[in-house]
C-alpha cells in the first residue's frame, strides 16, 4: 500500500513540475515577431494585427527630478558634468550604470507582462551611451561600443514576451527646450549654425549605429527618433519646424540604409500638422505618435477626430498620457481601446512624498532619500542608487492604477464611462474605482492651484 501511495505522490509529483514549468516564466504566448505597418493597423510576421498596450520605463535612461531621486530643475546635465568634476567620466558613468541596474530589473519586466501588457517604451539619453557630445563611445573591455544594457533590456523583454520601443528622449544639442531632454532651455539641434550642424551628424550616426545593432531584432517594436521634437516652441519657430521636418527626413533615411524593415515613429507633437504626412518625404512603415496630457474628456475626443482628419493612412500611437484636470483614466483608456490605438501610460515607476499612491505610476515610493550630488561622497552616492531604488527592495508599492490597469491591457471598453464622457464606470472593482475617484479629486485640486499660479505669474496668459 505504501508503495502505490508514494509511486501516486511521484506521479502528482511530476506532472505538478511539468505544469509549473509550463506556467511559472512561460510567456511564450506573448512570443514577439517582426511588425511592419499596413493602412492604419500594424501586423506580425503571422499576418495578426498587433495592438500594442503597455508602459514607459521613464527615469530609466535619463531622469525626471520630479519622480527620481535627484533634484535639479534644470535636467540630468548638470548633474551629469557635477559628477564627472568631482569623481572623473568612468566613475560617474558606472554610478548611473549602478542606478539604471536598480530601477528597473527582471522583476519589472515580469510585472508589466503579469498585467497583461505587450510593451515597454524606453527612454534613453545619449549620454548612455556617449561620454560627450562628439559622438565618443563608451566602450567595453574587447573595445567595443557598450551596448551591454540595452542588450539587457532587449532581453528581458524577449523572455517575458514584450516589444521594446527604443525612444531617444534627448539627443545631443538637445531636441526641446524641456529639463526631460537633459538640460531646460538648451534646444540647440534645429539650429541653423556650425554647431547645430554637428549636433545633427552626431545625433545621426547614434541612430545609424543603433539600428545596425538591433536591425535584426524582432522584439523591437520601432524606433522612436526623438522625443517631444520642439516642445513649445513647435508653433512659434516655423524655421526651427522646417529644420526638424528635414533633419527626421535625414535620420528616417540614415536609419533605412542599414535598417529596411523596423517601424520607425514619428512625433506628432503636439497635433497631427506637427510632422509631415508620409507623402511628402515618402515614409514607409512608420507609425506617428502623439503625446496627450489634456483636462477634459470632450479634448480627448477632439483629439481622436484630428487624428482621423489628418488621413496619413498609417498608424498612430499615444507614447505618453496622463488624465489632468477632470479627464479619466476610464474614459481616456476606453476611447484608445475602441480606436483600436496603440499606448503606453506615463510611467512605470516613481518616488516621492506622494508616489505611492498616485496614479501617475504602477509602482510608487513615498521615502526614497534623493542624492545630493554636490555634496554626497562616492560611497553614499552608491547606497542611494543601490538596491534600495528596486521594485522589490519593500520600498516600492503598487499603486491602486497599477491593478486598474489591467482591466484594460486586454484592449477591454468601458462602455458606461465612454458613453457618460467618464461621468461613470464600470471596469475594475467598487474599491479600485472608489481610490480612482479620490485620486481624481486629488489631480484636479492640483490643476486649479497650478492654473492659479500660473495667472498669477502670467504664464497662463
Known amino acids: 500500500m505504501k508503495r502505490i501511495i508514494s509511486l501516486l505522490l511521484s506521479i502528482i509529483f511530476i506532472v505538478c513540475s511539468f505544469s509549473l514549468v509550463g506556467n511559472a516564466g512561460d510567456y511564450s504566448k506573448n512570443s514577439v515577431s517582426f511588425l511592419h505597418t499596413e493602412g492604419e493597423s500594424i501586423y506580425n510576421e503571422s499576418g495578426e494585427q498587433i495592438v500594442l498596450r503597455g508602459t514607459n520605463f521613464g527615469g530609466w535612461g535619463i531622469m525626471e527630478d520630479w519622480f527620481c531621486p535627484f533634484v535639479s530643475p534644470s535636467g540630468e546635465e548638470d548633474m551629469y558634468f557635477t559628477l564627472v568634476e568631482r569623481f572623473g567620466v568612468e566613475k560617474t558613468h558606472e554610478l548611473m550604470q549602478l542606478y539604471r541596474s536598480n530601477w528597473i530589473t527582471e522583476q519589472d519586466y515580469k510585472n508589466v507582462a503579469e498585467l497583461g501588457m505587450n510593451v515597454v517604451r524606453l527612454p534613453l539619453w545619449y549620454r548612455n551611451f556617449q561620454s560627450d557630445d562628439n559622438g565618443t563611445w563608451y566602450r567595453d573591455k574587447n573595445g567595443n561600443i557598450d551596448f551591454s544594457e540595452l542588450d539587457e533590456a532587449v532581453a528581458m523583454c524577449k523572455k ?49 549605429t543603433i539600428a545596425k545593432r538591433y536591425k535584426d531584432e524582432p522584439a523591437v517594436a520601432m524606433y522612436d527618433l526623438m522625443n517631444e521634437p520642439l516642445g ?112 503606453t501610460t506615463w510611467t512605470y515607476k516613481g518616488a516621492g512624498p506622494w508616489a505611492e499612491n498616485s496614479p501617475w505610476f504602477i509602482y510608487g515610493a513615498s521615502d526614497i532619500e534623493k542624492i545630493d550630488f554636490e555634496n554626497d561622497s562616492y560611497e ?82
Not at 401 to 416: I, P, R
Open 232 to 343: 513649445t516652441n513647435i508653433t512659434s519657430d516655423a524655421g526651427a519646424k522646417q529644420m526638424f521636418w528635414d533633419f527626421s527626413n535625414e535620420l528616417y533615411e540614415a536609419i533605412r540604409s542599414v535598417d529596411p524593415n523596423h517601424i520607425i515613429t514619428m512625433e506628432a507633437i503636439w497635433s497631427p500638422d506637427a510632422i509631415a504626412s508620409p507623402d511628402v518625404y515618402g515614409w514607409e512603415n512608420i507609425v506617428y505618435q502623439e503625446h496627450l496630457y489634456d483636462v477634459t474628456n470632450p479634448t480627448y475626443l477632439r483629439k481622436m477626430s484630428e487624428i482621423k482628419k489628418a488621413d496619413f493612412n498609417a498608424p498612430f500611437y499615444i507614447g505618453e498620457f496622463y488624465p489632468r484636470g477632470i479627464s479619466t483614466f476610464s474614459y481616456i483608456l476606453s476611447l484608445l481601446n475602441k480606436k483600436n490605438l496603440s499606448w
Open 380 to 461: 553614499t552616492l552608491c547606497s542611494k542608487f543601490g538596491s534600495v531604488l528596486r521594485t522589490d527592495s519593500g520600498k516600492f508599492k503598487k499603486t491602486v492604477f497599477g491593478d486598474y490597469v489591467s482591466s484594460f491591457t486586454a484592449g477591454q471598453v468601458d462602455k458606461l464611462s465612454l458613453y457618460s464622457f467618464g461621468l461613470f464606470e464600470s471596469l475594475g472593482t467598487k474599491e479600485q474605482r472608489k481610490a480612482m475617484r479620490a485620486d481624481k479629486m486629488t489631480a484636479v485640486k492640483t490643476t486649479i492651484k497650478d492654473w492659479i499660479r500660473k495667472l498669477k505669474t502670467g504664464d497662463l496668459l
Open 160 to 208: 517575458y514576451g514584450l516589444y521594446i520601443i527604443i525612444d531617444m528622449h534627448g539627443l545631443p544639442g538637445y531636441q526641446n527646450d524641456y529639463d526631460h531632454c537633459g538640460k531646460s532651455k538648451s534646444m540647440s539641434l534645429f539650429d541653423d549654425t556650425e554647431k547645430g550642424e554637428r549636433y545633427r551628424e552626431v545625433s545621426k550616426d547614434l541612430w545609424v
